[in-house]
Every structure is written in structure tokens, then in C-alpha cells.
């Protein structure tokens, strides 16, 4: 619908020169409550904004804080002079959804942690550091309401959708004749 009323709005302003397509134009009804609600819930890219709704902006805002602690913890482990001859290197890496470390496979017992795998050539382990394990079981169970406040957003979003679907098919239906003229236009200019 968004896109409908965009194209009712460039048609209309070109109705100077195309009056009858203008007219037309006129059968999209403007869906506001439906254009306000997917505005404010669904960005240009097509991902949910926070702004979708307070509990998803809240576990957004949590999952920022989890993060930044684990990262926190982890840059103290990477930085400590104990911990970095074990290491292959500083890049912190992600294994099933788990933020972990590159520890030389030599130092996989000593290294206090959960080992989350090993490279293709065996020489690392991706191991979880003890200490953000609490952080990570957090951070995963956060992204799990985050999935349920999104599904509950976009079903919130689809109800009000089918509760304009006359309108909107409609709206489709005339969005296509206008697409329609202006292909036969451009295929005219073209010959």
C-alpha cells in the first residue's frame, strides 16, 4: 500500500500532462492507518525497526548491552599477557551463534573454556572463554524473544492488512493498469 500511495502521489503531480492516468490514479484510496503502520515498523530495507513496538526496541536494547559486555570481557581476555601466547590470534569469532576465541590447538585443555570446534587444518580451536558464558546463554535468549516480539509484529501487521484487503487489492489492481499505460507510453516513444 505504501508503494500504491507513492505512485498515486507521482501521477497525481504529473496530471498536467497525463489527466487521465491522473484520474485514475485517483481510485488508489489512501490507506493511512495501514501506510503509518508500516512505516513505523518496517524499514527501507525490509527489516522490523525497533520502534515496531516497546518490547522489541527493550530486548534490542538488552541484546546491546550483552554484547558490549561479552566484547568487554573478551578484549580483557585478548589484551592479558597470560592468555595471548595461546592464541592464534585477536579476532574474536562466531560458532553456533556463540562468541568465541581462536586458541592454538595445544592450548585447548589449559584454556578454561567451550570448545566450539576446530579449523580445517586442526591447528585452532574456537573455544568459548568461561567467562562470558553466562553473557552468551543470556545473549541467545534474548535473540529468542527478540524473534517472538518480531513474528508477533509482523502477525500484528498482517491482521491489519487483511482487514483493508479489498482496498488493497483494489489498489493493486489500479497500480497495475497504471504500470500497464506507462509501459504501452514508454514502448510508444521507443517505436
Known sequence: IVGCNRLKAWVQSKAEKAPLLAERADAIVDSPMVTGAVDGSIGRAGDILDSASPALAAV????????????????????????????????VVERDGRRCLNVKVEHKRVFQGLVHGLSATGQTAFIEPIAVVEANNELREAEAVEQREMDKVLQRLTELVKKRESELESAIQVAGGLDLACAKGEYAIHL
Open 60 to 91: 534490542r536494547s538488552r541484546k546491546r548491552m550483552l554484547v558490549k559486555r561479552i566484547d568487554e570481557k573478551l578484549s580483557s581476555i585478548l589484551s592479558s599477557s597470560s592468555t595471548r601466547t595461546m592464541l592464534m590470534d585477536t579476532k
